[in-house]
T-cell receptor, first 115, second 113 residues
Framework: DTGVSQDPRHKITKRGQNVTFRCDPI?????LYWYRQTLGQGPEFLTY????????KSRLLSDRFSAERPKGSFSTLEIQRTEQGDSAMYLC?????????????FGQGTRLTVV | AQSVTQLGSHVSVSEGALVLLRCNYS??????LFWYVQYPNQGLQLLLK??????LVKGINGFEAEFKKSETSFHLTKPSAHMSDAAEYFC???????????FGTGTSLTVIP
């Protein structure tokens, strides 16, 4: 068990560019979540996958954002035409099974800075 | 709707003093409640979780939390603060399905030597 891994840890991009982040969950975890965290705030839910199916998306996830989990393993989060307001920490988490009593394990996050 | 409120965005305690971080939840059904800790530029680490088995929950690093339904609270405590406890603490709630976690705005804990 190597934990949830996110790549890159830091990304600086110019406004208008596209960026893609990768998340490798703990192996055999069938649930994968993406959260966004801005300075001084708690994480905000973006989307989650049950295996390869994207089952829920937040209204925060505008049409410039897309997430995939093609084989039910790793996931990618792409932001197109980045804006300065997209600057945040993007956190990925995974959990083994469904049910509210199951904790999520978080990665160290990808910090995005849009200049 | 599920939500949590953390009272006090910043808490300072002396080393060795009691730590009390407050969390109140709003839920129409019995919730599942969690406390996570976040160190600078790191992800979130689970401290403890309440899943209705016992109202007093013990977690890692000497932390514990008590679920009080009458007060809709799940406050986090530690009898004696250590310098290494300085971090951001988040209370979170989830629904039965566990589809998403709803986080509070966090409490930054400072430990004064």
């Amino acid at each position: 068990d190597t934990g949830v891994s996110q790549d890159p840890r830091h990304k600086i991009t110019k406004r208008g560019q596209n960026v893609t982040f990768r998340c490798d969950p703990i192996s055999e975890h069938n649930r994968l979540y993406w959260y966004r965290q801005t300075l001084g705030q708690g994480p905000e839910f973006l989307t989650y996958f049950q295996n390869e199916a994207q089952l829920e998306k937040s209204r925060l996830l505008s049409d410039r954002f897309s997430a995939e989990r093609p084989k039910g393993s790793f996931s990618t989060l792409e932001i197109q035409r980045t804006e300065q307001g997209d600057s945040a920490m993007y956190l990925c988490a995974s959990s083994l099974r469904s049910g509210g009593n199951t904790e999520a394990f978080f990665g160290q996050g990808t910090r995005l800075t849009v200049v | 709707a599920q939500s949590v409120t953390q009272l006090g965005s910043h808490v300072s305690v002396s080393e060795g003093a009691l730590v009390l971080l407050r969390c109140n939840y709003s839920s129409s059904v019995p919730p599942y409640l969690f406390w996570y800790v976040q160190y600078p530029n790191q992800g979130l680490q689970l401290l403890l979780k309440y899943t209705s088995a016992a109202t007093l929950v013990k977690g890692i690093n000497g932390f514990e939390a008590e679920f009080k339904k009458s007060e809709t609270s799940f406050h986090l405590t530690k009898p004696s603060a250590h310098m290494s406890d300085a971090a951001e603490y988040f209370c979170a709630v989830t629904k039965n399905t566990g589809n998403q976690f709803y986080f509070g705005t966090g409490t930054s804990l400072t430990v004064i030597p």
